[in-house]
Nanobody, 120 residues
Framework: VQLQASGGGLVQAGGSLRLSCAAS????????VGWFRQAPGKEREFVSS????????DYTDSVKGRFTISRDNAKNTVYLQMNSLKPEDTAVYYC??????????????WGQGTRVTVSS
């Protein structure tokens, strides 16, 4: 599977953005998908994930209540709705896919990043 993230941009604090992760290939619905971010000078960190059916989601504590992950398997796309953005959300955001039976191997498929900049 190939992934392409989009939707980043410059937004003021308190604003919103919706990131999209579009996948190519068939059988996208069998992959779990995660969003990660890497801020300047920091290590990449987990942001959110969603299971293949979309029925199970997970978030890092710092985005709970502000970010919502969802997916549309018919469109081969996963979304990350980001509300109440803070300057500390500034980072390059990446989406990644994982086959559920290969969780021990981690996320094996990565898209290019999309930059999110939140101004104060």
């Amino acid at each position: 599977v190939q992934l392409q993230a989009s939707g980043g941009g410059l937004v003021q604090a308190g604003g919103s953005l919706r990131l999209s992760c579009a996948a190519s290939g068939r059988s996208f619905g069998i992959y779990a998908v995660g969003w990660f971010r890497q801020a300047p000078g920091k290590e990449r960190e987990f942001v959110s994930s969603i299971n293949p059916s979309g029925g199970n989601t997970d978030y890092t504590d710092s985005v709970k209540g502000r970010f919502t992950i969802s997916r549309d398997n018919a469109k081969n796309t996963v979304y990350l709705q980001m509300n109440s953005l803070k300057p500390e959300d500034t980072a390059v955001y990446y989406c990644a896919a994982q086959l559920p039976w290969r969780r021990a191997q981690g996320y094996e498929y990565w898209g290019q990043g999309t930059r999110v900049t939140v101004s104060s």
